[in-house]
């Protein structure tokens, strides 16, 4: 248990390079599933009812199956059907289809926090389905729930190492081939761990700034 | 009475040097002894057959495992068990006391050689390349994936394969470490990679059981070494690594080390023929 403050310095930029995979992995993955949430919110309300029910069923199929498995599914079992995509994308698209079967529950309890007389004033000025979403439901339903949503983001963020197990070279994945090659497992995990505090305690100081603008519901 | 007093300390510092002495010899010995007691030894392995195999029943076989089984039952130690690990992660765990040896085809290299205590060589390969049919790159040697400046290549993580790619001048970003050989060996397939390095016998055997046409080993990968593995022991266990050599050079005279590892396709006379010495200062 000897730190060296020598091998920090040595194994940094290798680690950074990591950092900035995770960065991108974890925006990329949250405009998804941002996209994803709110496109299930909507297809679940939808007046068809098998639209409904098989978008439904396929939310609740992805939130009860493992990330890890939905990686190695999208990563090694659809290259059999002929959907190659790289580690990154695949990783991308595996925390955003999941993650978005989460913001799909956020999404619903905004909108459904949007009182009833709104939907019916909005009837009653003529306005048409695409109007009602866009000028009058969403507008009001989206702020209320930028927290929570701000809030997967992060719990997504701290789920970004599980893309080490489809060669995807993010953070934990470099400082596993540092400890690899060093023999060494304090330094690299410790400034993983370090690294991922740091950016997830600066995200929480953002969170509450969010909190603090959208958090209350003005009427 | 003072005189007394001071042949009582002399005396007193005699036994206390003896009791040191001793308790230096049994503290050696203590490994072995605490291993008998329990019964078994923890070995790390990687599931990379024909080094070592884990069966569907658990079962734990392979060149190296069953080396290691038949030394320890000979030293007293009744059973081994296994516990599947990454190449990188072995020595760090022998260091941190999860296992006691490692049999897992970790080949003997200056750095690991520092690392940890090796005994005598066991296992020896050269290493190969699994590609497409026809080998479309023209691959033969690690030099030649770096100088194709979009070719991948696929290797264990912190293994040999990973560092030779490395060394040759293939970029981090085209040696992509795979978890294990059914991944490689899928991965070269789908295209995600165009080569796939592990040892020659361990490259045989994922073709043997994949039985895909489409596939072709490239054997052995010009100007890469030949290596051989020994059991890896945690440094400070040296009297239970001589102790193992001892066992395992009996073995080799008698011919018993032969009739368990060339089954496995594995040259008992290449191992023979090299010792630690030499193949840890090998550069």
Same mark, same amino acid.
């Given at each position: 248990?000897?730190?060296?403050?020598?091998?920090?310095?040595?194994?940094?930029?290798?680690?950074?390079?990591?950092?900035?995979?995770?960065?991108?992995?974890?925006?990329?993955?949250?405009?998804?599933?941002?996209?994803?949430?709110?496109?299930?919110?909507?297809?679940?309300?939808?007046?068809?009812?098998?639209?409904?029910?098989?978008?439904?069923?396929?939310?609740?199929?992805?939130?009860?199956?493992?990330?890890?498995?939905?990686?190695?599914?999208?990563?090694?079992?659809?290259?059999?059907?002929?959907?190659?995509?790289?580690?990154?994308?695949?990783?991308?698209?595996?925390?955003?289809?999941?993650?978005?079967?989460?913001?799909?529950?956020?999404?619903?309890?905004?909108?459904?926090?949007?009182?009833?007389?709104?939907?019916?004033?909005?009837?009653?000025?003529?306005?048409?389905?695409?109007?009602?979403?866009?000028?009058?439901?969403?507008?009001?339903?989206?702020?209320?729930?930028?927290?929570?949503?701000?809030?997967?983001?992060?719990?997504?963020?701290?789920?970004?190492?599980?893309?080490?197990?489809?060669?995807?070279?993010?953070?934990?994945?470099?400082?596993?081939?540092?400890?690899?090659?060093?023999?060494?497992?304090?330094?690299?995990?410790?400034?993983?761990?370090?690294?991922?505090?740091?950016?997830?305690?600066?995200?929480?100081?953002?969170?509450?700034?969010?909190?603090?603008?959208?958090?209350?519901?003005?009427? | 009475?003072?005189?007394?007093?001071?042949?009582?300390?002399?005396?007193?510092?005699?036994?206390?040097?003896?009791?040191?002495?001793?308790?230096?010899?049994?503290?050696?010995?203590?490994?072995?002894?605490?291993?008998?007691?329990?019964?078994?030894?923890?070995?790390?392995?990687?599931?990379?057959?024909?080094?070592?195999?884990?069966?569907?029943?658990?079962?734990?076989?392979?060149?190296?495992?069953?080396?290691?089984?038949?030394?320890?039952?000979?030293?007293?130690?009744?059973?081994?068990?296994?516990?599947?690990?990454?190449?990188?992660?072995?020595?760090?765990?022998?260091?941190?006391?999860?296992?006691?040896?490692?049999?897992?085809?970790?080949?003997?290299?200056?750095?690991?050689? !520092? /690392?940890?205590?090796?005994?005598?060589?066991? #296992?020896? =390969? +050269?290493?190969?390349?699994?590609?497409? %049919?026809?080998?479309?790159?023209?691959?033969?040697?690690?030099?030649?994936?770096?100088?194709?400046?979009?070719?991948?290549?696929?290797?264990?993580?912190?293994?040999?394969?990973?560092?030779?790619?490395?060394?040759?001048?293939?970029?981090?970003?085209?040696?992509?470490?795979?978890?294990?050989?059914?991944?490689?060996?899928?991965?070269?397939?789908?295209?995600?990679?165009?080569?796939?390095?592990?040892?020659?016998?361990?490259?045989?055997?994922?073709?043997?059981?994949?039985?895909?046409?489409?596939?072709?080993?490239?054997?052995?990968?010009?100007?890469?070494?030949?290596?051989?593995?020994? !059991? /890896?022991?945690?440094?400070?266990?040296?009297? #239970?690594? =001589? +102790?193992?050599?001892?066992?395992?050079? %009996?073995?080799?005279?008698?011919?018993?080390?032969?009739?368990?590892?060339?089954?496995?396709?594995?040259?008992?006379?290449?191992?023979?023929?090299?010792?630690?010495?030499?193949?840890?200062?090998?550069?």
């Amino acid at each position: 248990m000897d730190w060296d403050w020598n091998f920090v310095w040595e194994i940094m930029p290798t680690l950074i390079q990591g950092v900035k995979i995770t960065i991108l992995a974890t925006i990329l993955g949250s405009i998804l599933a941002a996209i994803v949430g709110l496109g299930i919110a909507l297809a679940r309300r939808s007046e068809n009812r098998l639209v409904a029910r098989s978008i439904g069923w396929f939310a609740e199929f992805i939130r009860g199956t493992p990330l890890l498995v939905q990686l190695y599914f999208i990563f090694y079992v659809l290259p059999d059907i002929g959907i190659l995509l790289p580690p990154l994308v695949a990783g991308v698209i595996g925390l955003g289809l999941h993650y978005g079967t989460y913001t799909a529950e956020v999404y619903r309890a905004g909108i459904d926090n949007v009182p009833r007389g709104q939907w019916e004033a909005a009837k009653a000025c003529n306005l048409n389905g695409r109007h009602t979403w866009t000028h009058i439901i969403l507008p009001q339903a989206i702020p209320p729930m930028i927290p929570a949503l701000a809030n997967y983001f992060i719990a997504m963020f701290k789920e970004t190492p599980l893309l080490s197990a489809i060669t995807v070279l993010e953070l934990m994945n470099q400082a596993k081939s540092v400890a690899n090659t060093y023999y060494r497992y304090i330094e690299p995990m410790t400034l993983v761990g370090a690294f991922f505090l740091v950016i997830s305690l600066c995200s929480v100081v953002l969170l509450r700034w969010l909190e603090h603008r959208y958090g209350r519901i003005e009427r | 009475m003072k005189k007394l007093g001071i042949l009582a300390g002399v005396a007193g510092l005699a036994v206390s040097t003896m009791l040191l002495a001793s308790g230096a010899r049994s503290a050696d010995d203590a490994k072995l002894e605490q291993l008998k007691q329990q019964g078994f030894a923890r070995v790390a392995i990687a599931n990379e057959p024909p080094y070592t195999a884990v069966a569907a029943d658990g079962k734990v076989s392979g060149a190296a495992p069953d080396v290691a089984r038949e030394i320890f039952k000979r030293l007293g130690v009744n059973d081994i068990v296994a516990s599947i690990s990454e190449y990188g992660a072995m020595i760090p765990g022998l260091q941190a006391g999860r296992f006691d040896v490692v049999t897992a085809g970790l080949f003997m290299k200056p750095e690991r050689c !520092a /690392a940890v205590a090796y005994s005598e060589p066991v #296992l020896c =390969d +050269a290493e190969a390349m699994l590609v497409k %049919k026809g080998n479309p790159k023209g691959f033969k040697s690690y030099e030649d994936i770096a100088k194709e400046s979009s070719a991948t290549v696929g290797a264990p993580g912190g293994g040999t394969e990973e560092k030779l790619a490395l060394n040759a001048g293939v970029p981090r970003d085209r040696v992509i470490v795979v978890p294990d050989g059914q991944s490689g060996l899928k991965m070269v397939q789908d295209g995600r990679i165009d080569a796939y390095s592990l040892p020659v016998l361990s490259i045989n055997d994922l073709m043997k059981k994949a039985n895909d046409p489409n596939l072709e080993v490239i054997a052995p990968v010009q100007g890469a070494p030949v290596y051989c593995d020994g !059991a /890896a022991f945690k440094k400070g266990d040296e009297a #239970l690594r =001589d +102790a193992y050599d001892v066992e395992l050079a %009996k073995m080799k005279k008698s011919g018993e080390f032969a009739k368990i590892i060339e089954p496995y396709g594995f040259s008992a006379k290449a191992a023979m023929s090299t010792t630690r010495e030499k193949l840890c200062a090998a550069k």
